[in-house]
């Protein structure tokens, strides 16, 4: 059974940082594209990001240049490193797989002043 546990999230002041992370269980996050999606008010789930399984990133033309996507293999685990946050990345985020196969709870993540 596939879970993902994503965590890391929290209120931030534009301009700052949160680095996200999600630990998957019952599939490898190493052989599958991993990717961050987000859900923010009033808006449908959309991809953010993602790392294949030779380590190729891509990044939603939004977040490109200030979110970086990572895996560490030895904990099964992918993250989301957000820096330069505005109020319009204010979401819940979740993690899966490209595509989607399952999904967690997600982390909130609130930029405002």
């Known amino acids: 059974q596939v879970q993902l546990v994503e965590s890391g999230g929290g209120l931030v002041q534009p301009g700052g940082s949160l680095r996200l992370s999600c630990a998957a269980s019952?599939?490898?996050?190493?052989?599958?594209?991993m990717g961050w999606y987000r859900r923010s008010p009033g808006k449908e789930r959309e991809w953010v990001a993602h790392?294949?399984?030779?380590?190729?990133?891509k990044y939603a033309d939004s977040v490109k240049g200030r979110f970086t996507i990572s895996r560490d293999r030895a904990k099964n685990t992918v993250s989301l490193q957000m820096n330069s946050l505005k109020p319009e990345d204010t979401a819940i985020y979740y993690c899966?797989?490209?595509?989607?196969?399952?999904w967690g709870q997600g982390t909130q993540v609130t930029v405002s002043s």
């Open positions: 899966s797989t490209v595509p989607a196969s399952a």
């Open positions: 019952g599939i490898s996050a190493s052989i599958n594209t």
């Open positions: 790392i294949t399984s030779i380590g190729f990133t």
